[in-house]
Structure formats: C-alpha cells, structure tokens
C-alpha cells in the first residue's frame, strides 16, 4: 500500500520523582528489547533523552521524539507515573498516542521494586480527561515486557488510521446521482476528524480525461492491464480508454494533493459517465483501490472515507459494496446449509458492479455493465471486472454521519463462502452471524446507505478502537448482537 502511513511509535517512559527512577528505565529496556525480538525494530524509537519525571522532562521528550521523526506515541508508565507531565506530553504531541503501564515483576521484589503502576494509570485517564486529549488504552493496559510489545503492535494500524485521517483529503467528482439521497451525508464532520474534501464537477473531470487524449503513457498503462487480466481480458478494446482515464486520476491526485499526504477518491460513474466518456470506470476504481487509493463509487464520500480507515488498518486492498441481495432458499440448501454453521437469515450477496480489485477475486474477466446495458448501448458500458470474490473471512464496517451531522459506525465480522455466486458482477455469498436481526436492527433502524465496507480479514477488534479513538458515541458503536442479547429496538416478544 503506498497511500498509507508508516508509523514510527515514540517509546517514553515516565516516573513518578517518589519511585526509583531505575524502575521506568529498565522496564523501557526490557519493554524496547522484547519488541525488537519479536516483531521490526524500524517500528518503534526509544527516547533515551530523559524519564519524564517534570514538565521539563516533558519538553525535552517531546523534541526528541519530534526530532526522531515519531508520528506515534506510547507513554509507558514503568512506574506510577507523574500524572501532570504525563498527560502534558500526550496533549502537545501532534499524532495518536497510547497509555499502557508497567507490571510488576516477581513476588521476591515487591519492597523497592514495586511500582504501582496499575494504580498510576488511573490517575493517567482521569487526567487525560480533564485535558480533553483522547489516548489509546488497551483493553488491559497493564502487562510485563512482552505483554506491552504486543499491545504496542497492536496500536500500530489503529495508529495508522488516526494519522492517516488527519492527512486526508477526499476528492470527489460530481453530485450523487438521482435516486441515490442515501450517500448523501453532511461534510462537517469530515472537517472535525480533520479530513480535507475537494468537490469537483464531472466537467471538470471529463475536461481533463479529454486533455490527456494522446497521452504517451497510454500504452504501457493498457499494457500493464492487459497483463493483469490475463485470459480475463474480454474487452481489449476499451483499454485504452481506461487507460488514459487512470492516468487522469492519478494526474488529478498529484495536482490536488495539496498540503495532504493521502488522497482517496469519491467517483462519478453513471447515469451520464458511460455516454459520455464512451465507458465504466470501474475497472480502473479496482486498480487504485488494489494500489492503497481507495475509490468508491457514486460520488460515496463517507464511503470512500471507511474504504481509507480499512486500508490503514488492514494494511490490504479493500471493496465497497452493496449489501446487495438475499440467497435464494435454494442456492441456501443446496450448497450452505448442512456444510457451514449459518441460518438462511444469516447469508446475503455483497455486490457491486466490478470494483473489486483483482487479487480480491477467485478469477475475473473485464465485462460491460449488465444493468446500464439494458437500456444503453453496450460498448459504452463496458468496464467492469467482474468474478466472485474469492473465500475467506471478511469485515463489513461503516463510518457515516447522520443527515443531522453525527458520526455512527457498525462493524461486522464473518465471512466469504465457497459458493458460486451465479450472477454477475463482483460478487460473493456472504454469511454474517445473526445478519438478519443485524440488517434490521442497526443497517436499516439507524438509516445506513446501501454501501458498506469490505476488509479482507478480521480487524472488528481494530476497527472499533479507530472508530472510539476519532469520538463515535459508543451507543452508535454497533456490531451484530448474538441471539442473547437484543438490541434495544428488538420485539422482545417473539
């Protein structure tokens, strides 16, 4: 992924000045030493400056990890901890930050060699509170060398995501098409997680694809598609086109970047893009996305915005979809029940027309778009890379604010089945515990669109610490209930 941050975690310790200081500064040792064992060096910096004992202390540890080029921050408390400077440190550091804290060692050094920084990191949340600066905790802050390496590893994609938003800009082309009210949302709260958004005319995006006719790149960019297609390359007659409308894209991002390090793409793709650029964008939506630029479709901006969240934490290609259809009862039958652990209720299709990235696919092949084709010519609608996305667990998640500009998520965990989809586009059969109650519930009681974002893998466990991190009411924090817990618009009386 090359539109993603890399995250260099600052490792500070701090002492309360009542504690030995040695405490802080061989637990930071062994806590540098464990890490560098068991997971990449390049990930972490251990400031050597000082034990944050003083708001002085502060000072010096923050231009240090500063100078260090540290875009993260870990504040371990090796002993009880000073909770002023401390959380001092934490609000002047400009990028995520986390608290975890030291463990006590061994029964025989529970005189001098005792910490508390169990009790420490109590006072670090009160503290961080009445500062108003948000932190990372882990669900258990508090572990030996080894357990805090693995939790500083764990805040790194969360870190990413954090620090990825922050540098953001969404570049969107044109309004939503008709009939689709449902991605329209507020852009305030992009500005309040500190996402730029550059809104752009389809003329002004058909003005420059029109610029780059000729362009001499256009060759090798279809060759290259052409090669990624393989036996899949139904349609070579259009490569040229999307080769030169990738071109635009990418031109575009470089030109409009600004001040942003990271750019994802919130395109236009119907009803007037196919008459008019003599095409369907998605192929070349699929090959950004597959590259770290996340490009979602039908100008979704918030859907865009959670494609971008899954990358940074996932650190793989993502997809948007729509949570699409139902499995017919006799495909359920047939080829699910009996074999995996799902009712009906928990399947359904996740499709879209073929935005999907290749690697994402069980097999693909570059088709026209079926539905615009029923009523357009077809050589304007091809395009499409179509196939079933390939099998594996998966995590459907959204960010999106509310019509009256507040930020809600779910997020859900399950899985890709090994069933033939039957249909076209790119498709797959997936199976959600609990879906139906989920969809009903939460997707439709909380007024979500049609789209939602794919991850490959599961990550509700990161997910949900980037969405509390960046502010997400924990009551609009939603993910699918198990049959034993109802949700709160649930008829009890089943």
């Known amino acids: 992924m090359n539109n993603i941050p890399a995250i260099k975690v600052g490792i500070v310790a701090v002492s309360r000045d009542c504690f030995p200081e040695s405490l802080a ?18 990930d972490i910096y251990e400031c050597p400056v000082c034990i944050v004992e003083s708001e002085i202390h502060m000072q010096q540890a923050l231009e240090d990890v500063k100078a260090a080029g540290c875009n993260a921050l870990c504040v371990y408390l090796g002993n009880f901890g000073p909770e002023i400077s401390e959380t001092m440190l934490a ?13 006590e060692e061994s029964q025989a050094d529970l005189q001098d060699g005792r910490g508390d920084a169990y009790c420490g990191m109590l006072n670090a949340s009160y503290n961080l509170a009445l500062r108003n600066v948000g932190a990372y905790i882990p669900e258990y802050p508090v572990g030996d060398a080894e357990d805090c390496a693995d939790m500083i590893h764990e805040f790194i994609p969360v870190a990413r995501a954090i620090d990825g938003l922050a540098n953001l800009k969404i570049i969107s082309f044109g309004p939503r098409p008709m009939n689709f009210l449902a991605c329209n949302a507020p ?15 389809e003329l002004d995006l058909f003005e420059a694809f029109n610029n780059h006719a000729g362009d001499p790149r256009i060759e090798e960019v279809a060759a290259d598609m052409a090669r990624e297609l393989g036996a899949g390359n139904k349609k070579p007659e259009v490569l040229n086109k999307l080769a030169q409308y990738e071109l635009t894209l990418l031109d575009w991002i470089e030109a409009h970047r600004g001040s942003r390090k990271y750019v994802a793409i919130a395109g236009k793709c119907w009803p007037a893009f196919q008459t008019q650029f003599g095409f369907v964008p998605c192929y070349v939506n699929s090959r950004l996305t597959g590259r770290g ?9 918030y859907g865009a915005l959670s494609e971008f969240i899954g990358t940074c934490v996932s650190d793989d290609a993502v997809t948007l979809l729509d949570i699409n259809n139902s499995v017919p009862k006799d495909m359920y039958k047939e080829s699910i029940e009996g074999k995996f652990d799902y009712t009906h209720k928990d399947t359904f299709m996740g499709f879209h027309c073929g935005n999907t990235c290749s690697s994402k696919l069980s097999s693909c092949e570059m088709k026209n778009q079926k539905i615009m084709a029923r009523s357009l010519p077809v050589e304007v609608t091809n395009g499409t890379l179509e196939g ?5 667990e998966i995590t459907f998640f959204r960010l999106q604010s509310t019509a009256d500009n507040k930020l809600r ?18 498709i797959g ?20 669109p049609h789209h939602g974002a794919v991850a490959f893998g599961h990550f509700g466990k990161l997910l949900f610490e980037v969405f509390k991190y960046i502010g997400v009411p924990y009551e609009d924090l939603d993910y699918n209930h198990p049959a034993s817990l109802p949700y709160p618009s649930e008829n009890p009386f089943k």
């Not at 500064?25 to 390049?42: G, I, M, P, S, T």
């Open 388 to 392: 079933d996305i390939a099998p594996g």
């Open 25 to 42: 500064v061989n637990r930071r040792k062994a806590l540098v030493k464990a890490y560098n064992e068991k997971y990449d060096a390049a």
């Open 187 to 201: 852009i305030k709260q992009l500005y309040n997680l500190g996402v730029e958004i550059e809104e752009n005319s």
């Open 91 to 103: 609000k002047y550091f400009d990028g995520p930050k986390m608290f975890v804290a030291a463990a």
């Open 429 to 448: 059969v997936f199976a959600i515990k609990e879906m139906g109650r989920f969809y009903r519930h939460v997707l439709i009681e909380k007024n979500y």
């Open 293 to 301: 630029i996340p490009v979602s479709c039908e100008v979704d901006i």
């Open 409 to 426: 998520a779910y997020i859900a965990e399950g899985e890709v089945l090994p069933v033939a989809t039957r249909s076209f586009g790119s």
